[in-house]
């Protein structure tokens, strides 16, 4: 299968603290791990280790990190054919410090003003399967309109005029629970089934022709399949780090959908893969191998 993978690039830095650092005190990182980041890059970089042909569509600035990024990407065997650079700027950084005590994240940003992408023209290549993360927008609607056979796949992990229109043009919708609360009005409820199906009957009105899935963090997620409204509770494992969980979550589903064409499949999939990689810190380093996914799925079937 091909992948054609649009969006943002980011160079991540990952700090395990002993504890969330307090103002003006010295501090101890126990442990560092960099590697690259950005929703679809590292999407693409996770099938790439599952032998898929993905290929990387995005903007890298032209400095010591946008040489280990590209290094990186060959390392996962990603096609770097689309990798555009931005020669006058240098690569975003993203700084992830994690507190062990309950692996919550901490995430500073530093986006650097990248110009977007350039060329936009990717008809050397036929995907089977788009994936985009709402950056690249002018990108993704031309993609979008030239592969309409291509199954598409929207990371929808925040609210804008840009993300919501790209909702109404994908098959998929696979969203945080943040951007559920925003777009529906509603609060998420843990325990109450009532709200929780209310959220995902709002989101569906406003989208009634895209399947969406919720990812829940370590709820879950929440789906649709055979008219019933279902949360697939997460895999229990003993969570070091969750960053990057829901960048993994969409690469799997993409796998495993367009092999089975079936949307739960492809849920309990994406969940099994997704909480594996919550068991190491960083990202790269947390992509599970396609065989122990495969042994999960197999168990839960």
């Given amino acids: 299968m091909k992948y ?6 980011a160079y991540d830095i990952t700090l395990l603290m002993k504890d969330f650092p307090k103002e003006n005190t010295r501090n101890e990182i126990v442990e560092k791990y960099e590697a690259g980041g950005g929703s679809t890059a590292n999407s693409a970089c996770l099938l790439g280790y599952w032998d898929q042909e993905a290929y990387i569509c995005g903007v890298i600035g032209y400095d010591s990190y946008s040489e280990k990024l590209k290094k990186e990407f060959g390392d996962f065997k990603v096609q770097t ?11 975003p950084l993203t700084y992830v410090i994690i507190n062990p005590l309950n692996a919550s994240r901490t995430i500073l940003q530093h986006k650097q003003g990248l110009a977007n992408i350039k060329k936009n023209d990717y008809s050397t290549v036929t995907p089977d399967a788009i994936l985009l993360d709402g950056h690249e927008y002018d990108t993704a609607v031309k993609t979008l309109k030239y592969m309409p056979n291509a199954v598409s796949i929207l990371d929808a992990g925040r609210v804008n005029k840009n993300v919501l229109d790209l909702c109404t043009k994908v098959n998929f919708i696979i969203c945080s629970k943040e951007f559920a609360e ?11 089934t009532s709200v929780i199906a209310n959220i995902y009957q709002n989101l569906k009105q406003k989208f009634p022709k895209q399947e969406i899935v919720v ?24 969570v070091k780090d ?11 589903f993409a796998y495993q959908y367009m092999k089975t064409k079936n949307v739960e499949d492809a849920v309990k ?11 190491s810190v960083g990202v790269k380093n947390s992509y599970p191998k396609l065989d122990e996914v495969m042994k999960y799925y197999e168990q839960a079937q």
């Fill in 4 to 9: 054609l993978c649009i969006g943002h690039i």
């Fill in 242 to 252: 969750t960053t990057g969980a829901g960048d993994i979550f969409h690469g799997a």
């Fill in 182 to 192: 925003e777009v529906s009005g509603i609060k998420m409820a843990d325990n109450d």
């Fill in 215 to 238: 990812t829940l963090e370590d709820k879950g997620a929440l789906y649709s399949y055979e008219n019933h409204i279902k949360i697939l509770p997460a895999l229990k494992v003993n």
């Fill in 269 to 279: 999939f994406a969940n099994i893969t997704a909480g594996l990689s919550t068991q």
């Fill in 81 to 91: 054919n689309f990798l555009e650079f931005d020669y006058e700027n240098k690569t």
